[in-house]
T-cell receptor, first 118, second 113 residues
Framework: GAVVSQHPSWVICKSGTSVKIECRSL??????MFWYRQFPKQSLMLMAT?????????EQGVEKDKFLINHASLTLSTLTVTSAHPEDSSFYIC??????????????FGPGTRLTVL | QKEVEQDPGPLSVPEGAIVSLNCTYS??????FMWYRQYSRKGPELLMY????GNKEDGRFTAQVDKSSKYISLFIRDSQPSDSATYLC?????????????FGAGTQVVVTP
């Protein structure tokens, strides 16, 4: 149980284009989903927190108009990087938290999406 | 000063040795403590979860929390090359909105055959 998937696993795009990354909780309902960014050999940096049906809450310094987050259902959240530039190249990881009926209901992470902007 | 401090390593140990990892923190409100393992270019995987102070054991892994010292530890016994990964500590308080976690920097562990 507690499986989170991400799609795509790796995407290469041209500068100026938009890229959508999907995050799905496969076997539980995720009331809250988190989006992180991770640069090589660095820890996770939280970008935003989203609750199903609500607007996402962005961390300080994260541009909400550039990183659009939609949490339309209890099993799906999407992150759209708009007008991507080379500095947006990074490893994007989502996590999901929900009522699993277990003692632990902490965040379970997806496998990550590697974005390369040329 | 960061809320959670963790030595980034790398920490290199021979196969079969005990790996000892730790984090310190400054926020006394933290009550939930986690250890995640992350292989290169993969998402973090939850290894251990501890509430408040005490020890917890799961197979070769032992997690310890000392709230009086604001110090948590993870021990890996009989380490294997497959344990080579980055280990992240994470923690939160009881009232953190939506369960937002504070992460350490992660310690890179290398277990040599």
């Amino acid at each position: 149980g507690a499986v989170v998937s991400q799609h795509p696993s790796w995407v290469i795009c041209k500068s100026g284009t938009s890229v959508k990354i999907e995050c799905r909780s496969l076997d539980f309902q995720a009331t809250t989903m988190f989006w992180y960014r991770q640069f090589p050999k660095q820890s996770l940096m939280l970008m935003a927190t989203s609750n199903e049906g609500s607007k996402a809450t962005y961390e300080q310094g994260v541009e909400k108009d550039k990183f659009l987050i939609n949490h339309a259902s209890l099993t799906l959240s999407t992150l759209t990087v708009t007008s991507a530039h080379p500095e947006d190249s990074s490893f994007y990881i989502c996590s999901a938290r929900g009522d699993l009926g277990l003692a632990v209901n902490e965040q379970f992470f997806g496998p990550g999406t590697r974005l390369t902007v040329l | 000063q960061k809320e959670v401090e963790q030595d980034p390593g790398p920490l290199s140990v021979p196969e079969g040795a005990i790996v000892s990892l730790n984090c310190t923190y400054s926020n006394s409100a933290f009550q939930y403590f986690m250890w995640y393992r992350q292989y290169s270019r993969k998402g973090p995987e939850l290894l251990m979860y501890t509430y408040s102070s005490g020890n917890k054991e799961d197979g070769r892994f032992t997690a310890q929390v000392d709230k009086s010292s604001k110090y948590i530890s993870l021990f890996i016994r009989d380490s294997q090359p497959s344990d080579s990964a980055t280990y992240l500590c994470a923690m939160r308080g009881p009232t953190d909105s939506w369960g937002k976690l504070q992460f350490g920097a992660g310690t890179q562990v290398v277990v040599t055959p």
